[in-house]
Nanobody
Framework: QVQLVESGGGLVQPGGSLRLSCAAS????????MGWYRQAPGKQRELVAA???????NYADSVKGRFTISRDNAKNTLYLQMNSLKPEDTAVYYC??????????????WGQGTQVTVSS
Protein backbone atom coordinates (compact mmCIF):
# COMPACT_ATOMS: atom_id res chain seq x y z
CA GLN A 1 0.00 0.00 0.00
CA VAL A 2 1.14 3.49 -0.83
CA GLN A 3 -0.32 6.69 0.55
CA LEU A 4 0.20 10.32 -0.39
CA VAL A 5 -0.48 13.07 2.12
CA GLU A 6 -0.66 16.65 0.89
CA SER A 7 -0.30 19.72 3.03
CA GLY A 8 0.37 23.43 2.78
CA GLY A 9 -2.74 24.79 1.14
CA GLY A 10 -4.73 27.68 2.50
CA LEU A 11 -5.93 31.22 1.99
CA VAL A 12 -3.40 33.79 0.82
CA GLN A 13 -3.59 37.33 -0.50
CA PRO A 14 -2.62 38.14 -4.08
CA GLY A 15 1.13 38.39 -4.34
CA GLY A 16 1.66 36.01 -1.47
CA SER A 17 3.36 32.63 -1.30
CA LEU A 18 2.55 29.09 -0.30
CA ARG A 19 4.52 25.87 -0.25
CA LEU A 20 2.71 22.63 -0.92
CA SER A 21 4.09 19.29 0.21
CA CYS A 22 3.23 15.76 -0.86
CA ALA A 23 4.68 13.01 1.29
CA ALA A 24 4.61 9.42 0.06
CA SER A 25 4.72 6.48 2.43
CA UNK A 26 4.26 2.74 2.31
CA UNK A 27 5.85 -0.04 0.30
CA UNK A 28 7.93 2.23 -1.90
CA UNK A 29 10.94 0.92 -3.78
CA UNK A 30 11.52 4.03 -5.83
CA UNK A 31 9.70 7.07 -7.14
CA UNK A 32 9.76 8.09 -10.76
CA UNK A 33 8.04 11.03 -12.36
CA MET A 34 6.19 13.45 -10.12
CA GLY A 35 3.74 16.22 -10.85
CA TRP A 36 1.37 18.80 -9.49
CA TYR A 37 -2.05 19.34 -11.03
CA ARG A 38 -4.85 21.70 -10.19
CA GLN A 39 -8.56 21.87 -10.77
CA ALA A 40 -10.58 25.04 -10.46
CA PRO A 41 -14.38 24.97 -10.13
CA GLY A 42 -16.00 24.19 -13.46
CA LYS A 43 -12.69 23.52 -15.16
CA GLN A 44 -10.72 20.44 -16.12
CA ARG A 45 -7.75 19.28 -14.12
CA GLU A 46 -4.55 20.71 -15.59
CA LEU A 47 -0.86 20.04 -15.20
CA VAL A 48 0.91 22.77 -13.26
CA ALA A 49 4.44 21.39 -12.94
CA ALA A 50 6.22 18.10 -13.42
CA UNK A 51 9.59 16.61 -12.64
CA UNK A 52 11.08 13.49 -14.15
CA UNK A 53 13.04 10.93 -12.19
CA UNK A 54 16.16 12.50 -13.64
CA UNK A 55 15.20 15.92 -12.39
CA UNK A 56 14.11 17.67 -15.55
CA UNK A 57 11.14 19.96 -15.07
CA ASN A 58 8.37 21.50 -17.06
CA TYR A 59 5.76 24.07 -16.12
CA ALA A 60 2.47 25.37 -17.40
CA ASP A 61 2.97 28.71 -19.12
CA SER A 62 0.68 30.36 -16.60
CA VAL A 63 3.01 29.57 -13.68
CA LYS A 64 6.46 29.81 -15.24
CA GLY A 65 8.72 32.05 -13.22
CA ARG A 66 6.40 31.94 -10.21
CA PHE A 67 6.17 28.27 -9.21
CA THR A 68 9.00 25.85 -8.52
CA ILE A 69 8.71 22.09 -8.24
CA SER A 70 11.26 20.17 -6.20
CA ARG A 71 11.71 16.80 -4.53
CA ASP A 72 13.47 15.32 -1.53
CA ASN A 73 14.24 11.74 -2.46
CA ALA A 74 15.36 10.84 1.06
CA LYS A 75 11.96 11.87 2.42
CA ASN A 76 9.91 10.68 -0.57
CA THR A 77 8.42 14.14 -0.66
CA LEU A 78 7.43 16.45 -3.48
CA TYR A 79 7.12 20.20 -3.08
CA LEU A 80 5.58 23.08 -4.97
CA GLN A 81 6.76 26.55 -4.04
CA MET A 82 4.23 29.08 -5.26
CA ASN A 83 5.17 32.75 -5.31
CA SER A 84 3.43 35.86 -6.62
CA LEU A 85 0.11 34.09 -6.36
CA LYS A 86 -2.82 35.39 -8.36
CA PRO A 87 -6.57 34.92 -7.89
CA GLU A 88 -6.59 32.72 -10.98
CA ASP A 89 -4.32 30.27 -9.16
CA THR A 90 -7.24 29.41 -6.90
CA ALA A 91 -7.92 25.68 -7.22
CA VAL A 92 -7.59 22.33 -5.56
CA TYR A 93 -4.02 21.14 -6.06
CA TYR A 94 -3.21 17.46 -6.44
CA CYS A 95 0.11 15.67 -6.49
CA UNK A 96 0.65 12.67 -8.72
CA UNK A 97 3.51 10.18 -8.53
CA UNK A 98 4.75 7.16 -10.43
CA UNK A 99 5.88 4.70 -7.78
CA UNK A 100 7.64 1.39 -8.11
CA UNK A 101 6.45 -0.68 -5.19
CA UNK A 102 8.53 -3.13 -3.18
CA UNK A 103 6.51 -6.07 -4.42
CA UNK A 104 7.26 -5.08 -7.99
CA UNK A 105 5.29 -3.19 -10.54
CA UNK A 106 4.69 0.46 -11.22
CA UNK A 107 1.67 2.32 -9.94
CA UNK A 108 0.37 5.84 -10.39
CA UNK A 109 -0.99 7.49 -7.26
CA TRP A 110 -2.91 10.72 -6.62
CA GLY A 111 -2.90 12.80 -3.47
CA GLN A 112 -6.13 13.77 -1.76
CA GLY A 113 -5.93 17.38 -2.90
CA THR A 114 -5.35 20.60 -1.00
CA GLN A 115 -7.29 23.81 -1.48
CA VAL A 116 -5.43 26.97 -2.45
CA THR A 117 -7.43 30.18 -2.38
CA VAL A 118 -5.93 33.47 -3.48
CA SER A 119 -8.12 36.38 -2.45
CA SER A 120 -7.94 39.74 -0.76
Amino acid sequence: QVQLVESGGGLVQPGGSLRLSCAASGSIFSIGAMGWYRQAPGKQRELVAAMSRGGSTNYADSVKGRFTISRDNAKNTLYLQMNSLKPEDTAVYYCNLDIRVVAGGLINVWGQGTQVTVSS
